[in-house]
């Protein structure tokens, strides 16, 4: 399987008239404002609104016939300074100019976004929104020879050629990771079946700073991952569907002063299981392996840039909820690796199944780190999505993980790099909900509804987690407490149909990659 590429080349430049580019995207809430350099760039948009005062809020093509480009597609923001704005505009804006870009025939265009006041990494932002733009999915990559790329490079100008070339070098480690993200978990659920990931990401990190690993015998999965082994029973008939556990590892040079472990949701589809989804529901449940998919990303991006004293260890859970006769179901028995005896509730909560005994791996690994937090990434609930709506990652935080304000400065970084956060707060009552309720079991999995019909339903699921893998018994009251955050990126991954976000990848560097650089 043909590993990931970048879609073009990010090229930084200060020059505007580079016979190189054959379109300039212009991203900026007030084109009045441009000076300098740019007042070329002013003059055709004053010149255009002349005959059409409605371009504000759409991309449009401007003939430019001053400079080689020869046009100008101008991606106006609309407002940046309410309330109710933030940098997403710019990424955005960014996105429409390429599209618009790219419409016009421009095979390599210029994206100018001027700094502003107050958005500090508008530049970048926009940067990102014009890669997510030009992304190819893997499938038309690897089977459509001729639409490979969109774009043969994108130009990056900013008015000092160090400016220029940071944000061209952090933007392309970051759309690296996204890359790895999108095909993982964008692609279709035979392309992206576990030993073809397993085989995507050996090609990937081979010869990197990535150390790889695979668990795939079925007898270590029933020894050591019970939860998981029962999900995947009825997958592993398949040959290849049989699910895998794939052990990543990052370190970084130093004496290492942080340990981040990470469980990534890897169903690579989703039927519901004997809870099977019906009524046309199942459709896009390929992308529920987006969680795993992003702890991949995050590896390719520690590989891109190498931050120093930073050790991370991440687990990918990529396993297929198949329906047969040998399916698992709702009032088994299971104990997990952690001891705690398990009631199955609903098929369809298959994603807390396959994290929980992995988790409960980190856990134990994590007493031994240095520094360490936990993590659990997926696209778990559709309750997130009604809770918050599209768009917005879900986080919350274990009593430990909140002395550390992990979720506040989740939320702070992601809103400032257009990686949005929501935070959630775990309670006595989620807790109580998965208590098991007769002598038979220690935790109930899930209620029989669905978790979008289910009060709290983006939460318990996490207090299953901590309960089912003991993490329950490091919290703040314990004498080795551990912080643990879950996240649920279930309206943050992407549209369906559409190209997947890459989230939350851009706010976990954000805030434990670049601070080390």
């Given at each position: 399987m043909?590993?990931s590429?970048?879609?073009?080349p ?20 007030d ?14 948009i ?6 059409d005062?409605?371009?504000?809020g759409?991309?449009?093509?401007i003939?430019?016939p001053?400079?080689?480009a ?7 923001t609309?407002?940046?300074?309410r ?12 996105v429409?100019g390429?599209q618009?870009?790219?419409?016009a025939?421009c095979?390599s265009?210029?994206l100018v976004?001027p700094a502003?006041?107050?958005?500090v990494?508008?530049r970048?932002?926009?940067t ?5 733009a ?6 038309i ?8 790329t969109?774009a043969q490079?994108l130009g990056?100008w900013?008015?000092?050629?160090e400016t220029a070339?940071?944000i061209?070098?952090r933007?392309?480690?970051?759309e ?6 999108r095909d993982?978990g ?7 079946a576990?030993p073809?990931v397993?085989e995507?990401?050996?090609e ?5 700073a990535?150390?790889m ?5 079925a007898?270590?999965?029933e ?8 999900v995947n029973?009825c997958?592993?008939a398949?040959?290849?569907h049989?699910?895998?556990l794939?052990?990543?590892?990052y370190?970084?040079?130093?004496e ?5 472990l ?8 989703d039927?519901?299981g004997?809870d099977i989804?019906?009524?046309g529901?199942m ?8 969680g795993?998919?992003?702890v991949?990303?995050f ?5 891109a ?5 930073l050790?991370?260890l ?7 909820n198949?329906v047969?006769?040998?399916?698992y179901?709702a ?9 705690v005896r398990?009631?199955?509730?609903n098929?369809d909560?298959e994603g807390?199944?396959?994290m929980?005994d992995p ?7 994590a007493?031994k ?6 993590f659990?990434i997926?696209?778990l ?6 809770a ?5 990652s879900?986080?919350?935080d274990?009593g ?13 970084v992601?809103?400032?790099?257009a990686d949005?956060?929501e935070?959630?707060?775990?309670r ?7 208590r ?7 935790v109930?999995q899930?209620?029989?509804q669905?978790s979008s ?6 939460q318990?699921?996490?207090a ?7 993490l329950?018994k490091?919290?703040?009251d314990?004498a ?6 879950h996240m649920?990126?279930a309206?943050?991954?992407g549209?369906?149909p559409?190209v997947p ?6 706010a976990?560097?954000?805030k434990y ?5």
């Amino acid at each position: 399987m043909a590993a990931s590429s970048t879609p073009c080349p990010t090229v930084p430049t200060t020059e505007l008239c580079g016979s190189q580019w054959d379109g300039i995207v212009l991203v900026t809430d007030d084109p009045s404002k441009l000076d300098g350099s740019l007042e070329v760039l002013k003059e055709a948009i004053q010149t255009y609104k002349e005959v059409d005062s409605g371009a504000d809020g759409l991309a449009v093509v401007i003939p430019l016939p001053s400079l080689p480009a020869k046009r100008l597609i101008y991606a106006c923001t609309g407002p940046v300074t309410r309330d109710i704005d933030d940098v997403r505009r710019f990424y955005d804006a960014a996105v429409k100019g390429v599209q618009r870009a790219l419409k016009a025939g421009c095979k390599s265009p210029l994206l100018v976004c001027p700094a502003h006041p107050l958005y500090v990494h508008a530049r970048g932002v926009a940067t990102l929104g014009a890669l997510h733009a030009l992304y190819v999915p893997l499938e038309i990559r690897q089977d459509v020879p001729d639409r490979t790329t969109k774009a043969q490079q994108l130009g990056v100008w900013a008015v000092s050629e160090e400016t220029a070339n940071n944000i061209a070098k952090r933007v392309e480690a970051l759309e690296s990771g996204r890359i790895v993200a999108r095909d993982i978990g964008g692609s279709d659920p035979e392309r992206m079946a576990a030993p073809r990931v397993v085989e995507y990401l050996q090609e990937k990190f081979k010869d990197t700073a990535i150390k790889m690993r695979v668990t795939s015998d079925a007898a270590e999965f029933e020894e050591n991952y019970p939860l998981l082994a029962a999900v995947n029973r009825c997958a592993k008939a398949v040959s290849r569907h049989h699910g895998r556990l794939i052990h990543l590892e990052y370190t970084g040079e130093g004496e290492v002063d942080k340990t981040l472990l990470l469980v990534g949701k890897g169903i690579t589809y989703d039927t519901g299981g004997a809870d099977i989804k019906a009524g046309g529901v199942m459709a896009g449940m390929h992308r529920d392996k987006c969680g795993a998919a992003a702890v991949a990303g995050f590896f390719q991006v520690l590989d891109a840039i190498r931050p120093k004293k930073l050790r991370v260890l991440g687990m990918l859970a990529m396993v297929r909820n198949s329906v047969g006769a040998d399916s698992y179901v709702a009032d088994e028995l299971i104990t997990s690796r952690a001891g705690v005896r398990v009631r199955v509730g609903n098929t369809d909560a298959e994603g807390r199944m396959v994290m929980t005994d992995p988790l409960c791996e980190m856990k134990e690994r994590a007493l031994k780190e240095t520094n360490p937090e936990l993590f659990t990434i997926a696209t778990l609930t559709g309750h997130a999505i009604r809770a918050m709506g599209p768009n917005y990652s879900i986080i919350m935080d274990n009593g430990p993980a909140r002395k550390l304000q992990t979720a506040q400065q989740m939320q702070q970084v992601g809103h400032e790099f257009a990686d949005p956060f929501e935070i959630s707060t775990l309670r006595r009552e989620d807790f109580d909900f998965v208590r098991g309720p007769s002598e038979y079991e220690d935790v109930l999995q899930c209620n029989n509804q669905p978790s979008s019909a289910t009060p709290r339903g983006h939460q318990f699921p996490a207090a299953f987690m901590m309960q089912s893998s003991g993490l329950d018994k490091h919290g703040c009251d314990s004498a080795q407490p551990l912080p643990y955050s879950h996240m649920d990126i279930a309206g943050s991954s992407g549209p369906f149909p559409g190209v997947p976000t890459g989230a939350p990848i851009i706010a976990l560097a954000a805030k434990y990659i670049y601070p080390r650089l």
